[in-house]
């Protein structure tokens, strides 16, 4: 048995825009390739739990999984500290890539080999191979042993993957390339330049995977090639190693530009191009749920640049998925929280809009009869494989800190409503749940002057603590539902972290304000302690 199971202020999902207009025919999506990215530096499923969901992918649409290991991959030797502590063993990706296959989903690995070199040059053995040496961001490029680490990080990598078309080499967001010591002095001899400097790394990497794997295609990131000149990308071997891969996540993505830029790689002698959206990691790097409209309407308008470009342009789309914006960021929302975006952007590429029988579909898929977030933290979340995480996630995101608020600090009467055991805050009536006002003890009577003195007027314990003890029960009995939920998902780092950063610091307010009302209790009436 499986042991499992720029920010955006508003938390709603769904879906006040119609989509239908300006889109292509149903069923003719211009994207041959349509990739569901894994992005395995933070939060890496279960591999039984990707036994549930790639049938879901497959029915959906997707036909490809682009999965970034980072440190979850199996290095051996002289890499085997790149591993993270839960790291996939060699069997377990071997069965990923069988449930792949049984699921007609082609993997691509990906493996960063320039930038976001973080869970590499964290480690002091490495360090010396920084571009600047504070940060670990980015990889030297003058090194020979800098090269020398990536093919063999690639090489262990194709081992494992053998007869893959695709590897992604990574190559985005090289920050602080040329700030390296080296790097100036190499740039203060003409007619050198960061964009060659950037040019000739890529190559270099690129002729490695060439040699080494013929049969393999590199992709790479497009946003280091952005700026380069149209005869520069030329006169480079770039444009006929590698495939570039266009990322844009904005729900008011440039198409225009977007097929402009296309059109200039095409120029450069690039043959086949890729783009990429996002259903989920792309809205803020703290993110616990995932707004579904955002991530509509940024496919929806990839649709529009497919419509605007020549059929033979695009080799397909890669829907990522990010789980960390670096080895260093908290989790954003965690991959089952992003299924019905996933499944609403799938279906969208296929029909080309979300008119209401594709809405229809995606909601049959899911087993849901709604796709609001508010229908999300009820048991009509769905039915898919983790839908239970995303019920009891919604609950918690949309409730437990507001609640606690409610109850701490806010100067006027709230209404705390409960069902059954789930607790939530609204400022609407719900006939089904019971509602009970909560006046301003806390704020008035028990304010954090008073607790340092541990000084408050025996009444309003009666009125305080009840309250609080009944708030922390509830959200107690509902956070054990969750952390059992996540736990068969996903590895116990990985549940301590979500529990850590969007859980516990509201429990503790509570506990401490339990704890605070204890002590002030047991204080002896005439100590002087004067408000």
Same mark, same amino acid.
């Given at each position: 048995?499986?042991?499992?199971?720029?920010?955006?202020?508003?938390?709603?999902?769904?879906?006040?825009?119609?989509?239908?207009?300006?889109?292509?025919?149903?069923?003719?999506?211009?994207?041959?390739?349509?990739?569901?990215?894994?992005? %395995?530096?933070?939060?890496?499923?279960?591999?039984?739990?990707?036994? /549930?969901? !790639?049938?879901?992918?497959?029915?959906?649409?997707?036909?490809?999984?682009?999965?970034?290991?980072?440190?979850?991959?199996?290095?051996?030797?002289?890499?085997?500290?790149?591993?993270?502590?839960?790291?996939?063993?060699?069997?377990?990706?071997?069965?990923?890539?069988?449930?792949? @296959?049984?699921?007609?989903? +082609?993997?691509?690995?990906?493996?960063? @080999?320039?930038?976001?070199?973080?869970?590499?040059?964290?480690?002091?053995?490495?360090?010396? %191979?920084?571009?600047?040496?504070?940060?670990?961001?980015?990889?030297?490029? $003058?090194?020979?042993?800098?090269?020398?680490?990536?093919?063999?990080?690639?090489?262990?990598?194709?081992?494992? #993957?053998?007869?893959?078309?695709?590897?992604?080499?990574?190559?985005?967001?090289?920050?602080?390339?040329?700030?390296?010591?080296?790097?100036?002095?190499?740039?203060?001899?003409?007619?050198? @330049?960061?964009? /060659?400097?950037?040019?000739?790394?890529?190559?270099?990497?690129?002729?490695?995977?060439?040699?080494?794997?013929?049969?393999?295609?590199?992709?790479?990131?497009?946003?280091?090639?952005?700026?380069?000149?149209?005869?520069?990308?030329?006169?480079?071997?770039?444009?006929?190693?590698?495939?570039?891969?266009?990322?844009?996540?904005?729900?008011?993505?440039?198409?225009?530009?977007?097929?402009?830029?296309?059109?200039?790689?095409?120029?450069?002698?690039?043959?086949?191009?890729?783009?990429?959206?996002? !259903?989920?990691?792309?809205?803020?790097?703290?993110?616990?749920?995932?707004?579904?409209?955002?991530?509509?309407?940024?496919?929806?308008?990839?649709?529009?640049?497919?419509?605007?470009? &020549?059929?033979?342009?695009?080799?397909?789309?890669?829907?990522?998925?990010?789980?960390?914006?670096?080895?260093?960021?908290?989790?954003? +929302?965690?991959?089952?929280?992003?299924?019905?975006?996933?499944?609403?952007?799938?279906?969208?590429?296929?029909?080309?809009?979300?008119?209401?029988?594709?809405?229809?579909?995606?909601?049959? !898929?899911?087993?849901?009869?709604?796709?609001?977030? @508010?229908?999300?933290?009820?048991?009509?979340?769905?039915?898919?494989?983790?839908?239970?995480?995303?019920?009891?996630?919604?609950?918690?995101?949309?409730?437990?800190?507001?609640?606690?608020?409610?109850?701490?600090?806010?100067?006027?009467?709230?209404?705390?409503?409960?069902?059954?055991?789930?607790?939530?805050?609204?400022? #609407?009536?719900?006939?089904?749940?019971?509602?009970?006002?909560?006046?301003?003890?806390?704020?008035?009577?028990?304010?954090?002057?008073?607790?340092?003195?541990?000084?408050?007027?025996?009444?309003?314990?009666? $009125?305080?603590? &009840?309250?609080?003890?009944?708030?922390?029960?509830?959200?107690?009995?509902?956070?054990? /539902?969750?952390?059992?939920?996540?736990?068969?998902?996903?590895?116990?780092?990985?549940?301590?972290?979500?529990?850590?950063?969007?859980?516990?610091?509201?429990?503790?307010?509570?506990?401490?304000?339990?704890?605070?009302?204890?002590?002030?209790?047991?204080?002896? &009436?005439?100590?002087?302690?004067?408000?």
């Amino acid at each position: 048995m499986c042991l499992m199971q720029e920010e955006v202020p508003r938390q709603e999902v769904f879906l006040s825009h119609d989509f239908t207009k300006n889109s292509m025919m149903s069923g003719s999506s211009p994207f041959k390739m349509r990739l569901v990215h894994l992005d %395995l530096k933070g939060a890496p499923p279960r591999v039984c739990y990707l036994s /549930e969901i !790639f049938p879901l992918f497959r029915a959906l649409g997707a036909n490809g999984l682009l999965i970034e290991y980072e440190d979850m991959f199996p290095y051996e030797g002289h890499l085997r500290l790149l591993r993270a502590k839960h790291a996939y063993s060699p069997s377990e990706i071997k069965e990923i890539l069988h449930l792949a @296959t049984l699921n007609e989903l +082609e993997v691509i690995p990906l493996v960063q @080999t320039f930038g976001h070199m973080e869970f590499v040059l964290k480690h002091e053995a490495l360090a010396h %191979l920084r571009e600047v040496a504070l940060f670990p961001n980015t990889l030297n490029p $003058h090194k020979a042993e800098s090269l020398a680490l990536v093919g063999a990080m690639i090489d262990q990598v194709m081992a494992l #993957h053998p007869g893959a078309r695709w590897l992604h080499i990574g190559c985005d967001e090289v920050y602080y390339l040329g700030e390296g010591e080296d790097s100036r002095q190499w740039l203060q001899q003409e007619p050198n @330049t960061r964009a /060659e400097l950037c040019l000739s790394y890529m190559e270099a990497v690129a002729s490695h995977v060439q040699a080494q794997h013929p049969t393999t295609t590199p992709l790479v990131w497009d946003d280091m090639l952005r700026d380069i000149p149209e005869d520069q990308l030329s006169a480079s071997r770039v444009p006929q190693l590698v495939e570039p891969v266009l990322w844009d996540y904005g729900a008011d993505l440039d198409v225009h530009s977007k097929a402009l830029l296309m059109e200039k790689y095409r120029k450069s002698g690039f043959s086949w191009l890729w783009a990429a959206s996002a !259903f989920k990691g792309a809205t803020g790097a703290s993110q616990a749920l995932t707004p579904i409209e955002h991530h509509l309407r940024n496919h929806v308008q990839w649709l529009q640049v497919a419509g605007s470009v &020549p059929a033979d342009t695009l080799q397909g789309i890669v829907l990522t998925g990010w789980q960390r914006y670096d080895h260093f960021s908290v989790l954003c +929302e965690l991959l089952p929280v992003g299924i019905p975006s996933l499944a609403v952007c799938l279906q969208v590429l296929l029909h080309g809009d979300f008119a209401e029988n594709v809405k229809a579909r995606v909601e049959n !898929f899911l087993g849901t009869s709604s796709l609001e977030a @508010t229908d999300f933290r009820s048991e009509r979340a769905g039915s898919f494989p983790g839908s239970d995480i995303l019920n009891l996630i919604t609950q918690v995101s949309l409730h437990l800190c507001s609640s606690v608020d409610a109850l701490l600090e806010r100067d006027r009467f709230s209404k705390v409503l409960f069902y059954n055991h789930r607790v939530c805050l609204t400022s #609407h009536s719900v006939p089904t749940y019971v509602c009970g006002f909560a006046p301003r003890y806390v704020t008035g009577w028990f304010s954090p002057y008073h607790r340092r003195r541990k000084f408050i007027h025996p009444v309003m314990i009666q $009125h305080i603590q &009840p309250q609080a003890l009944s708030l922390l029960a509830r959200w107690s009995v509902l956070v054990g /539902e969750l952390e059992a939920a996540l736990q068969r998902v996903f590895y116990p780092d990985a549940v301590e972290e979500w529990l850590e950063e969007n859980v516990r610091p509201s429990l503790r307010r509570l506990q401490a304000l339990l704890q605070d009302l204890g002590e002030a209790a047991g204080a002896r &009436p005439d100590s002087g302690q004067d408000p």
